[in-house]
């Protein structure tokens, strides 16, 4: 018996010498096609060259004035986030996390923090559908304190509950006011005959990004008996494409994410800048997808994707990134769409999807640095692309990007350390140190 | 209903507070803590309308005046997903005919292209009308404005499965996205329309033979291709038909060839409808055409053919598409592994 296993490995052994045997020669062979050496060489100098291409600073004081802005006003230009100001919370505080700005010297005092958290469970209410946030006050019919039920018209938002539980694990609130049965009453109420889920349990859009939260929700609490999880599952098989992507809903073309509305003449607030009121938790539906399927307690003992399904979506995925040449440097930023332009946001919805598929070591990171450098905008925040204005949406998520891609190899002008972030969790997107507490917490079962 | 043009000539609307009709409501403010995160600094118009809408919802009224008042709100914040939710609670209970209503969402629709409440409501009141042929149009133009909107298309998409069975409103459907095509080939979501067209909606009359549709889509796609080689949407839609129909890839064997080595000034063209050849002055090697036939060695399997596999990624890795080297000696580690 042990002879066997010994003669197996043996034989494996060889076999595995053999193919890097074959693997060395074939990274010396010269391409066929056109057998160019020169060029070769030519390219691999260009990399190097590319190598050496140093990276301006990351203005993480900019960015973290920017996000602090936004969280004590917005300009009556921001009308249209009335109905998603939670979400807004959210990634400003998630700004802020990954900064590293909420705990150090320079963090917000702890009224402050307080008050915030107080805003947030304001935001919780229940009814006869259960218990959720609501995205604002802005359709509150009694006073906040008065703890009556909601009505029709101010039921709890799924997006906005999924953002309102990380935004309170960020602040480290212990979440001995939530109410986890009302909530699990509230996800029931929300998914619908083909799997999906409503964003309000009444009526609202459907589509995978209110799967995703639904998903999200029931991992933190580590409960996952208020979803049909193998319904939801059916329809996010729905939504794939003949790419290898997935759509917002089933025939739905595959995207890294829903457009943001252009920018248009914005007034300006003092120092406040931002893109005309983006579409928040706008989800790269392809993430959306993926994440949910990975996040899903597994019934079988395969992957939730098979081999070939996850060969295509890798493939679509790692095609979005961009090659951009400017002057020596190339900017490898991604797009959301085949034959799209690069936007800041994708970089996260895409690479967080390859990282969830492990397939992280695919992406070029120098690039996508150099993209989002150019990012930034000179009074903090950073926008879709280049000469666009900032919001919290595309900051938070180009940051998000950079803690799972930090360039490398990292030369900087000046601050190389500012480029520098604390690791994430990209199935839950927050850093792993707020995931780690909101499934703690949310769920009650780690204290 | 009043129309927004009317009113728009006595310049800024009066405030529902300045308004007679209005006197006997009493406001709802929007009540908040001491610590909000944050507010938005509302303009004394929206403010007040708000403060009227959550006055009516409170109280429940679905009158005339509540389509005036929502109409108001929705055109200062097309997302205010409850105004427009109360609107067509307000529409239904009225009985307010959901013609004269569509004509106002046809103007808000392109106003607020990009805002999802404009295309749903627009799903409701077509579900409850069932007139989906002059929605065609409305696309068309909506196209006109941005051609690759997601909401637009999404729609279009919504409308076809949902009247599947309603032949006059299918009959032209190739033709269109043919068109849309035509306009630009590189519009990814006309090619997307093309596919749940033709595979993603049953099968129509006239396409029961799939043998000949696979044919169809197979050249219109490499006639596409041979106008503009370097066109990723294009190509993708070449592997979506094969993976659909479950077509080896070898079967584009001579058509992808030409397009994987340079052009030829030489090249004497033989007229061959099945493998249209590149155009003059493309830009060759193709990198998705090197892809393909990378992939087409790989499906075949043996030694040989993988080894051509290898130095085409390898090209693609070194030389024609840099910035994903590292997928290319992923899929050639790959390729070597699994033998
Ligand atoms: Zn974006």
Redesign the interface.
Same mark, same amino acid.
């Given at each position: 018996m042990v002879l066997i296993i010994q003669i197996k490995r043996l034989v494996a052994d060889i076999l595995s010498i053999l193919?890097q045997f074959?693997?060395a020669r @074939?990274a010396k $062979?010269g *391409?066929?096609?056109?057998p160019?050496s020169e060029?070769?060489s030519e390219?691999?100098s260009?990399?190097r060259k590319m190598d050496e291409i140093q990276l301006p600073p990351f203005n993480r004081s900019g960015h973290a004035a920017h996000a602090r802005r936004?969280?004590?006003?917005?300009?009556?230009s921001?009308?249209?986030?009335?109905?998603?100001?939670?979400a807004?919370?959210f990634y400003?505080l998630g700004i802020l996390d990954l900064l590293g700005d909420l705990n150090d010297v320079t963090a917000p005092p702890q009224w402050?923090k307080?008050?915030?958290i107080?805003?947030?469970w304001?935001q919780q209410t229940h009814g006869k559908y259960g218990s959720g946030f609501r995205p604002s006050? @802005?359709?509150? $019919?009694? *006073?906040?304190e008065s703890n009556l039920e909601y009505?029709d018209?101010?039921a709890p938002h799924l997006i906005m509950t999924y953002t309102a539980l990380l935004a309170l694990a960020i602040l480290r609130d212990d979440f001995s006011k939530l109410d986890r049965s009302g909530l699990i009453t509230f996800l029931r109420a929300c998914q619908r005959e083909d799997g999906s889920f409503m964003?309000?349990p009444?009526?609202?859009?459907n589509d995978l990004r209110t799967l995703y939260c639904a998903f999200a929700i029931s991992a933190m609490l580590d409960d996952w008996s208020g979803v049909d999880v193998e319904r939801a599952k059916a329809f996010i098989a729905s939504c794939r494409?003949?790419?290898g992507g997935y759509?917002?809903?089933p025939?739905?073309?595959?995207?890294g994410t829903?457009?943001?509305?252009?920018s248009e003449p914005f007034q300006c607030?003092r120092l406040i800048t931002l893109s005309s009121?983006p579409?928040l938790l706008t989800g790269g539906t392809t993430y959306i997808a993926v994440a949910s399927l990975y996040l899903a307690p597994s019934s079988t003992g395969s992957g939730p994707l098979t081999a070939i399904e996850k060969a295509q979506t890798?493939?679509w995925l790692?095609?979005n990134?961009?090659?951009v040449k400017d002057g020596e440097a190339?900017l490898?930023g991604f797009a959301g769409?085949?034959?799209?332009p690069a936007d800041s946001c994708y970089c996260f919805w895409c690479g967080a999807a390859l990282k969830i598929l492990k397939?992280d070591?695919?992406?070029?990171t120098k690039?996508l640095a150099l993209f989002l450098a150019r990012c930034q905008f000179k009074f903090g925040g950073i926008s879709k692309f280049e000469g666009e204005h900032p919001d919290p949406y595309h900051t938070y998520l180009s940051m998000a990007a950079l803690s799972m891609y930090p360039p490398s190899p990292l030369l900087a002008e000046e601050k190389p350390e500012s480029w520098k972030f604390p690791v994430l969790d990209p199935l839950l997107n927050a850093r792993v140190e707020t995931a780690e507490w909101a499934k703690k917490n949310i769920s009650g079962k780690g204290q | 209903m009043k129309s927004r043009a009317d009113s728009e000539e006595d310049q800024t609307p009066a405030l529902f507070s300045e308004r007679p009709e209005w006197s006997d409501v009493v406001t709802v403010p929007q009540y908040e803590t001491d610590t909000p995160i944050a507010p938005i600094l509302y303009s004394p118009e929206y403010q007040d309308a708000s403060d009227y809408f959550r006055a009516i919802v409170k109280s429940q009224e679905h009158s005339e005046r509540v389509l005036d008042l929502t109409e108001h709100l929705i055109r200062l914040n097309p997302a205010h997903y409850t105004a427009w939710q109360y609107r067509y609670e307000t529409l239904l209970a009225l009985s307010s005919p959901f013609e004269t209503e569509l004509e106002l969402m046809n103007e808000l629709a392109v106003k607020y292209l990009k805002t999802y409440q404009v295309w749903h409501h627009r799903r409701l009141l077509i579900t409850h009308l069932r007139t989906p042929q002059p929605e065609l149009k409305f696309i068309e133009r909506c196209l006109q404005v941005d051609s690759k909107n997601y909401h637009t298309w999404s729609y279009r998409q919504w409308l076809l499965s949902h009247f599947v069975d309603n032949e006059d409103l299918w009959r032209d459907e190739l033709d269109f996205v043919e068109n849309a095509i035509g306009d630009d080939v590189r519009n990814n979501s006309a090619w997307h329309h093309r596919h749940f067209v033709v595979f993603g909606c049953g099968v129509r009359p006239g396409d029961e033979d799939r043998a000949r549709v696979a044919r169809r889509e197979l050249t219109f796609t490499k006639q596409t291709i041979s106008l503009a080689p370097n066109n990723l949407s294009a190509w993708n839609y070449l592997r979506g038909v094969l993976d659909t129909m479950k077509l080896p890839y070898s079967l584009l064997t001579q058509f992808v060839k030409p397009y994987t080595v340079p052009l030829d000034p030489k090249r004497i063209d033989i007229v061959d409808l099945e493998n249209p050849p590149p155009p003059p002055g493309a830009q060759l090697p193709c990198v998705h055409a090197i892809e393909m036939l990378a992939d087409i060695h790989e499906q075949a399997g043996d030694k040989d053919n993988i080894l051509q596999a290898v130095e085409l990624w390898k090209s693609l890795a070194n030389e024609h598409d840099t910035m994903r080297v590292k997928y290319w000696e992923h899929r050639i580690r790959d390729a070597l592994n699994s033998r």
């Open positions: 193919r074959l693997w @074939f $062979l *391409p066929p096609l056109l160019s060029e070769t390219n691999s260009s990399r936004c969280m004590s006003a917005l300009p009556r921001q009308i249209e986030l009335d109905a998603s100001r939670l807004l919370a400003n402050q307080d008050g915030w107080n805003w947030l304001a006050p @802005f359709m509150t $019919l009694h *006073p906040l009505s018209y101010d964003t309000t009444k009526d609202g859009e494409t003949y790419e759509g917002q809903a025939f739905c073309e595959a995207q829903r457009f943001q509305p252009k607030l009121a579409r890798v493939r790692v095609n990134q961009t090659a190339t490898g769409r085949t034959g799209k397939y070591g695919l992406i070029e690039p | -």
